[in-house]
């Protein structure tokens, strides 16, 4: 029952302990129907499995009498989302409000504000992946090592929990690496400096350019190509010259992990922003390859010859790489032997200088004893960033909804300009910590000037630190800019707006 799924991710919300979260979820999933349990678990992650529907919230505001008693299902509940989302064409908009409205009035009130949650993307239950695996385990009788080995090959917690639950422990022995069957990616930690990451590995190490690209797995059996996104979403049709450039090379049954990007005519790489546009077109492929030719930058490899390679040392997968992929096609690297050889870290402090200078967007420091551990944000790798901050001021705000119904979350940000006014930049949520929202709903209601029940314009004087990692081109805004990426590190009361950056310097910081 939807009901159920609704009333733990309330508790599991509400709590701060792992061992009362697994335990919540082991005791769910042991009840579910196991062709319910993929659902279930994208449902409490917040992920519908599909995708954009196209629902707002002006639809998902308006009130709709609630079911006096529970009698939905998770299965019940996906129809009808598949549902709205084929609608289209003509009438479209009336069609998804009748059927949002018919869905919300089979619906409790608890499940009206989980579906809402759930639709508005505000289904955040903390680490959820993490904790789901050892309550599927749990629920199992399974060893969590095992369960997650399977997750990280199979590339999906649901698919895995599904098969788990309904044929036991044994059924882990059909998720093994398969060339063409995507796994999800190992990912990094960060680090302050080039000089603490190698110290917290505290062994041997690789420093590796970080390239702002689009992160692909390169799968190659044969004369097939498959080209996959970290989200494992199949894309060899749009990149016709990274597979053909794949097809060229030695070796055979591979999968490579690397970054598709281009270079402009100067030799400096092109901005993620057109890279990402050029990968995201599904139209005259051909047309747009000629426009912006892309080509890989690999740094690891997971199989070679048929066989994995995901447990061998790093040292030893570089060596594998070297044999398939020629060196230019290779990230550049520099190796640190010692980490405690002061000499050693100053060159790799100056490779990261000369990293950023030819344009790239920082390094990755990564332990040479330690395996691939996909799907993971593994402590063996850690990425090196300049931390880029700017003083801005609050334009708007847009009002809470979901978990953060009553407070005042989205906020519009804004730059000095040479005219007394101000230049929005952009919007975030992300870095505010529940108290952070509440300081801010009583700082900005006070600044408050006109208010539509959605965006509430303020007085232009709380300023706000704002971490981003770059700027973007974009035409929503006036200065043709947005932040990327754009978080909250802290209130600034103490500083006026007359404080903040212009937007002359916001620019100059970005070039």
Known sequence: MLARVAEVSREVAATSARSRKIAALADLFAEALPEDVALVISYLAGRVPQGRIGIGWSVLKESVPPAAVPSLTVGEADAALTALAQVSGPGAQAERRTRVHRLMSAATAEEQEFLVRLLTGE??????????????????????????????????LPRVAAALLAGGPAALEEFRLRVGNPVQPMLAHSAKSVTEAAGTLGAACV????????????????SDVRIFTRSLDDITDRLPEVAQRTREMTGDRFILDGEVIAM?????PVPFQDIASRVGSRLDVEAARTTLPLYPVYFDVLAADGEPVLDLPGRERHRILARLVPEPTRVRRTVVEDPSDPAQVAAAEEFFTATLDRGHEGVLVKALDAPYSAGRRGRSWLKVKPVHTLDLVVLAVERGHGRRTGLLSNLHLGARSADGGFVMLGKTFKGLTDEML?????????LAVEDDGFTVRVRPELVVEIAYDGLQRSTRYPAGVALRFARVL???????????????QVLAAGR
């Open 207 to 222: 420093v590796e350019e970080k390239l702002d690209g689009i992160r692909v797995q390169v799968h190659r059996e044969g």
């Open 438 to 446: 509440r300081r801010q709903t009583d700082m900005l209601r006070e």
């Open 490 to 504: 802290r209130h600034r009361p103490d500083k006026s707006a007359a404080e903040a950056d212009t937007i002359e």
């Open 264 to 268: 402009a005519p100067d030799g400096r």
């Open 123 to 156: 289904v955040r239950q903390g680490a959820l992946d993490a904790v789901a695996l050892e309550a599927v385990a749990k629920a199992a009788g399974a060893p969590s090592a095992d369960v997650r080995r399977a997750v990280m090959l199979e590339g999906s």
